[in-house]
């Protein structure tokens, strides 16, 4: 699949950061494209690149605002990029309010749109991709419950992915897990504070990161992801400055 013409992408979470640089890719592929956030002067800087994006100013945690503009777009694409800046703080200054918060945004939203594609359904051949963290695998000892929240979105993803099967919806559904970058505030809270930990400069912290993922190589590598043939899609995947590689 390589012409996203007729396949409306809809990125949550496409207002700044990673998501921006996703929906801008997704418009540039020739995707109509549908970009959700809360803030609506961010997301009018957003359509104002492209009259092919539409946005939606809605709080993504919120399931009837999910069937809304599920039911009303119709998209053949569905990504999940949206997730909330964590409280970058060893365990024991954490609350028990600042360790769940990933919680109840990223987890919340990734659990209440998946629903919605399983439930609509989205249409045979759709893809979803769920922007989960390399914090899932390796562990953030400084930012609370955000690695065991972003750990639970890949789970929740490949459950999705099985009751596709399971119903033959041939919905495709991926987690992709990037690694900490300077071009998202969830990368640069986490930047300070490990540079920090580390006793570096957080120039020397990320010159040892080496090349980092930007918007655009996240944007590009997921439309790659998106184009390619649904049965040779993996469940997670690693994004580096490299690219996509194959989680274990
Ligand atoms: N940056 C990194 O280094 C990095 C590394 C690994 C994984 N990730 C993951 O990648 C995703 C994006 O990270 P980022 O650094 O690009 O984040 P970011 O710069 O903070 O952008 C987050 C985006 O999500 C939207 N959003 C947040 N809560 C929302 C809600 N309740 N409803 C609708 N939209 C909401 C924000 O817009 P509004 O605030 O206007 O709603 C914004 O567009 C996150 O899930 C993050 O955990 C990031």
Redesign the pocket.
């Known amino acids: 699949m390589s012409d996203l013409s007729d396949m409306t992408t809809l990125v949550?979470?496409?207002?700044?950061?990673?998501?921006?640089g996703i929906a801008l890719a997704f418009d540039e592929a020739g995707a109509p494209v549908v970009a959700?956030?809360?803030?609506r002067p961010?997301l009018d800087e957003v359509a104002a690149v492209s009259k092919n994006i539409q946005v939606e100013a809605?709080?993504?945690?919120d399931a009837t605002m999910a069937w809304n503009l599920m039911d009303r777009h119709k998209p053949a694409v569905l990504i999940i990029?949206?997730?909330?800046?964590p409280v970058m703080r060893s365990i024991q200054h954490q609350t028990w309010e600042t360790f769940s918060a990933n919680w109840h945004?990223?987890v919340k939203?990734a659990f209440t749109w998946l629903r919605e594609a399983l439930l609509q359904p989205m249409p045979p051949g759709s893809r979803v991709v769920v922007?989960?963290?390399?914090?899932a695998i390796n562990g953030s000892p400084a930012s609370g419950g955000y690695a065991g929240a972003?750990a639970t979105q890949r789970f929740i993803a490949a459950y999705a992915q099985e009751e596709s099967r399971r119903s033959g919806l041939d919905i495709s559904v991926t987690a992709v897990?990037?690694?900490?970058?300077p071009?998202?505030?969830?990368?640069?809270r986490?930047i300070r504070a490990y540079s920090a930990r580390s006793g570096q400069s957080e120039q020397d912290f990320l010159y040892q990161l080496g090349q980092v993922?930007t918007p655009e190589l996240a944007g590009s590598a997921l439309v790659d992801l998106v184009c390619e043939d649904s049965t040779t899609i993996a469940p997670g995947y690693l994004l580096t400055g490299a690219g996509l590689q194959k989680a274990a």
């Not at 949550?12 to 921006?20: D, F, K, P, T, Y």
């Not at 990029?81 to 800046?85: C, I, P, Q, T």
């Not at 897990?177 to 970058?181: A, D, N, Q, Y």
């Open positions: 949550v979470g496409a207002s700044r950061g990673l998501g921006r959700v956030a809360r803030s961010a809605a709080d993504a945690t990029v949206a997730g909330a800046n945004t990223d939203i922007v989960s963290s390399g914090a972003k897990m990037p690694r900490m970058t071009f998202g505030d969830v990368g640069k986490g993922v």
